[in-house]
């Protein structure tokens, strides 16, 4: 089976514009879960999208949104780039999500806002 | 947040020796995972261990849990320069049911 693929693998934005990511999970996973991962707060939980509906979702604003589609890909948007927002966005793919299911991780997109 | 912590923040060994890395959480988990990560690439899985077992083995890995504690450790036995990676601890927490991470170890095997 052929692995979680996210694109673009790059970026480079500019303050207060926005971005989506994509997300493409492992063929027949229905879960998948979106982390940021910097320096100065390491891995993070965003959220997870399981079956089209957000299931769960982290302690991040409102500027980033995610969807689900009925292929189960997913895309991750930010709103209103701010300086911070520069991280490895990396997604994660499961067969159903939840505690025993191992997550696979897709390489990561890495945004830069300047 | 982050839910757990490494100790140490980075190891530095010769190939052929063990590795130990620990990792210490703060609320109820249902397991614990670790991830390695070579280089700021995509994470992967490595083992879990569930709330209910105090040790578990894979390969070369040997992951114990000790829930009293709240603490996890990964020993790594004959390492090899390919093991060279960040290694994060991952509770899967009860509130929020989520997986969160910790700050990650910083493996460097030297051959």
């Known amino acids: 089976k052929a692995g979680v693929t996210q694109t673009p693998r790059y970026l480079i934005k500019t303050r207060g514009q926005q971005v989506t990511l994509s997300c493409s999970p492992i063929s027949g996973h229905r879960s998948v879960s979106w982390y940021q991962q910097t320096p100065g707060q390491g891995l993070q939980f965003l959220f997870e999208y399981f079956s089209e509906t957000q299931r769960n979702k982290g302690n991040f604003p409102g500027r980033f949104s995610g969807r689900q589609f009925s292929n189960s890909r997913s895309e991750m948007n930010v709103s209103t780039l701010e300086l911070g927002d520069s991280a490895l966005y990396l997604c994660?793919?499961?067969?159903?999500?939840?505690?025993?299911?191992?997550?696979?991780f897709g390489p990561g997109t890495r945004l830069t806002v300047l | 947040s982050q839910q757990g912590e490494e100790d140490p923040q980075a190891l530095s060994i010769q190939e052929g020796e063990n590795a130990t890395m620990n990792c210490s959480y703060k609320?109820?988990?249902?397991?614990l995972q670790w991830y390695r990560q070579n280089s700021g690439r995509g994470l992967v899985h490595l083992i879990l261990i569930r709330s209910n077992e105090r040790e578990k083995h894979s390969g070369r890995l040997r992951v114990t849990l000790d829930t009293s504690k709240k603490s996890s450790s990964l020993l790594i036995t004959a390492s090899r320069a390919a093991d060279t990676a960040s290694y994060f601890c991952?509770?899967?927490?009860?509130?929020?049911?989520?997986?969160?991470f910790g700050g990650g170890t910083r493996l460097m095997v030297k051959p």
């Open positions: 994660a793919s499961s067969s159903q999500g939840g505690p025993y299911n191992e997550q696979f």
């Open positions: 991952a509770p899967f927490i009860n509130a929020g049911n989520m997986l969160t």
């Open positions: 609320t109820s988990i249902n397991n």
